[in-house]
């Protein structure tokens, strides 16, 4: 079983790809979410960056969501806020970095995974790449990743996708909400996209580009506060008796 693993890789045109695995459909631990978070802001300081893409490795799924045996294994409101506040900070990774991030979603893409997704500037992804999040048929909800996913879609279909947690929702569906800005039949084709937009975004004023970075997040200055204290919900909610049982069954 191949290890999980967070990489970079900067072109000579100064286009980063960071691409995180996990052999467990790309279901992330706290560690690799802490890594991930960390390089985002690294690459993103890098004076030979000018654009990054954001990538899973794998073919058939983007990202399952948070390591679900690590979310099992909570037993205080503090595990609960560190484990919850992973995607936080990659969201934060991505929403304070100063260059325009691409997403790459080649498959389908689960409870945090949106989250990431959604955190992305302008997201690519297959005809394969399904949303859903889950995290209602465990007790708990999407208030870590909620934000950035309204952010794109907005609060009636961010209400849908919510409410309606066994559903998988189709990629032209994410892309009709404003998820997904481009939608292609396979990979190869996503890539040769990705690969022909990014090419021609390093062509542009590397200053007008951060400027615009800065205004497509403008009113979010308080996602650092914002995005601990949905953790620290998600904390407690996790360790409900409720909750618990849900686990319990699903580990069953």
Request: aromatic content about 10%; charged content about 15%; overall charge negative.
């Amino acid at each position: 079983m191949m290890e999980a693993y967070v990489t970079t890789d900067i072109s000579s045109e100064g286009i980063a790809t960071i691409t995180f695995f996990h052999p467990s459909q790309n279901s992330l631990p706290s560690h690799i979410l802490s890594l991930l978070a960390e390089t985002i802001t690294h690459t993103s300081t890098n004076p030979l960056t000018k654009i990054i893409i954001l990538q899973s490795g794998g073919e058939r799924t983007f990202c399952a969501g948070a390591s679900f045996d690590e979310l099992a294994s909570i037993q205080t409101p503090e595990e609960g806020t560190h484990f919850f506040s992973g995607f936080a900070n990659v969201i934060n990774a991505c929403r304070t970095s100063p260059i325009l991030i691409l997403g790459r979603v080649q498959g389908k893409a689960v409870g945090g995974g949106v989250g990431v997704a959604a955190a992305t500037d302008y997201c690519f992804a297959t005809q394969h790449a399904s949303i859903r999040l889950s995290e209602l048929l465990i007790g708990i909800g999407p208030f870590v990743v909620g934000p950035a996913i309204e952010r794109k879609i907005g609060i009636a279909a961010f209400t849908e996708l919510t409410l309606h947690p066994s559903n998988f929702y189709s990629a032209s569906w994410a892309k009709e909400k404003g998820l997904f800005a481009e939608v292609y039949d396979d990979i190869p084709a996503l890539d040769e996209g990705i690969s022909n937009f990014a090419h021609q975004l390093i062509q542009y004023n590397p200053e007008a580009l951060k400027a615009l970075k800065k205004a497509f997040w403008e009113a979010t200055e308080h996602w650092d506060s914002l995005l601990k204290q949905r953790a620290a919900m998600s904390g407690t909610l996790v360790l409900s008796s409720h909750t618990q049982k849900a686990i319990a069954n699903f580990k069953k």
